[in-house]
């Protein structure tokens, strides 16, 4: 009998209890009837060709051991099928159908995942991301075993042009169909991959019901009946994430002559009647600088110039209790707000995600653009032991629990004004005053983090892990399958 111990550091290829949670939910689904179909896993890995590098193999075998591990835990409820594609060969045309991909016009390492009529491809096992190898692999099965239309459905509210298309910032692009098109930000790209994402507009006055987590983004001048909506969302029990920031550099204002345009012009964003009713104060006219986490002039990010209120944070600033946090390393807040909850509401428990360190302090967000020497000065006025003075710790980034109460003790705004097109009264959904039990609503005082350029370097490099914040945030919020397996 072969005994098989994983020595690995951090046990990377005995299964989580996510990959076996998704393994579990195939077996109840099949209950043992032989005939249904099974979970076949297809992996491809091209051996005894020249031109294959010592380092590819060995990431290959890393993978084919860790697929053995989904095989014994599964069963029978899945075939794993090994194929070896040589250069012209009839596994190589198999490889090939799956949409595998041929690097260095020399081998394959990708695996293709189906169950019934669904198929999910990793076209390329990237060797530098070993670490997520099991998060690649159970991401693929729970994407064919979970169909289109019953996935988590995610709503994205954004006052910015996070789905891409003409810029909105210039007028003749908007009007030019023509016009060169923007694409989506990454991390919408990345959710699409795994959840039913739904653009819902910035001035909405009704979240569909269908919606289970909704992401705010940068709301800025928000009625009344936008905020209603908002509270009555978090009032339903459904699970609600808001990043909001006092200098969005992509918000450049309205100038429409495009030279005039400075990144952050566009103003602070506020969920004011929300966040009051809760206890929370944002603050939305300064930027945190903090004298241990600005960015170095080495990043490329810098431009040479001193950056004190770019923060690029390490996993001392995260919450390592908090399973969003716990396991992230570098997260980017460039020009980021904090939180105050020294008032918060009865009822309800404010837990710190991300912080800034005891050397932190409130400046103006343009002159730390543009004077980063002046703020770095600052730090040291009127300090006679060359430490910073007048500093102090800050929240970033928190999530509120706790039974929440309507913002709106009196109904809805406006509501006696309401008329249809015909001129009757329309009738609304009931007001909700309380959540029946206890919600979570999470708190971010920066939009930047969620735009490419702070997470990626010419779309190759990942210099942060501000994506894998946001994925962990919404799937907290959703079933959790993968959150563990990715925090691995």
């Not at 949409?99 to 990708?110: E, M, P, T």
Request: proline letters at 5%; aromatic letters at 8%; a negative charge.
């Amino acid at each position: 009998m072969k005994i098989k111990a994983d020595l690995t550091e951090g046990n990377l290829f005995t299964l989580s209890d996510g990959s076996k949670k998704l393994l579990d939910g195939l077996a109840e689904e099949r209950d043992g009837d032989s005939e249904s179909s099974r979970l076949e896993i297809r992996f491809y890995l091209t051996k005894g060709e020249k031109g294959v590098p010592v380092f590819v193999n060995d990431h290959g075998k890393r993978i084919e051991d860790l697929l053995d591990q989904y095989k014994a835990y599964a069963g029978s409820n899945l075939e794993l099928k090994k194929i070896n594609p040589r250069r012209d060969t009839d596994e190589e045309e198999l490889a090939v159908n799956d949409g595998i991909q041929l690097l260095n016009n020399a081998f394959y390492v990708g695996m293709a995942v189906s169950y019934l009529d669904t198929t999910e491809v990793v076209p390329f096992f990237d060797p530098s991301k070993s670490p997520t190898l099991e998060y690649d692999i159970s991401r693929a099965i729970k994407n064919v075993l979970k169909l289109k239309e019953e996935r988590q459905k995610v709503g994205v509210m954004s006052s910015l042009n996070v789905w891409g298309g003409p810029d909105p910032s210039n007028p003749m692009a908007m009007m030019n169909r023509g016009a060169p098109q923007q694409p989506a930000w990454y991390f919408i790209r990345q959710l699409q991959q795994d959840l039913n994402v739904e653009r819902i507009e910035a001035a909405a006055t009704e979240i569909p019901e269908d919606v289970d987590v909704l992401m705010v983004i940068h709301p800025k001048n928000v009625s009344e009946a936008t905020e209603y909506a908002l509270d009555q969302f978090v009032m339903s029990g459904r699970k609600l994430i808001v990043f909001v920031d006092p200098m969005a550099l992509r918000d450049e204002g309205n100038n429409q002559n495009p030279q005039m345009r400075i990144p952050g012009m566009g103003g602070a964003s506020n969920l004011t009647r929300l966040f009051s009713k809760w206890g929370v104060t944002f603050e939305g006219s300064k930027v945190v600088a903090d004298f241990n986490y600005r960015l170095t002039q080495r990043d490329p990010l810098s431009r040479g110039r001193i950056q004190p209120a770019y923060l690029a944070l390490n996993k001392n600033a995260l919450n390592s209790d908090e399973v969003v946090t716990r396991d992230l390393g570098t997260i980017r807040l460039p020009y980021v707000g904090s939180f105050d909850t020294s008032k918060l509401a009865t009822g309800l428990k404010a837990t710190e995600l991300i912080t800034s360190s005891e050397q932190a302090k409130l400046v103006d967000g343009m002159s730390s653009q543009f004077n980063g020497a002046k703020v770095m000065d600052s730090f040291f006025t009127g300090s006679e032991d060359g430490q910073p003075t007048g500093t102090k710790k800050y929240t970033l980034a928190l999530k509120l629990s706790g039974k929440f109460t309507t913002a709106f003790p009196d109904g809805k705004p406006n509501a006696a004004e309401e008329e249809n097109e015909e001129g009757k009264k329309e009738e609304s959904s009931p007001q909700i005053k309380e959540t029946d039990n206890e919600n979570h609503v999470c708190l971010i005082g920066d939009t930047d983090l969620l735009s490419d350029e702070h997470f990626l370097v010419q779309q190759r490099f990942i210099i942060s892990e501000n994506i894998a914040f946001v994925q962990n945030l919404v799937d907290h919020f959703g079933d959790g399958t993968l959150i563990n397996i990715r925090s691995r």
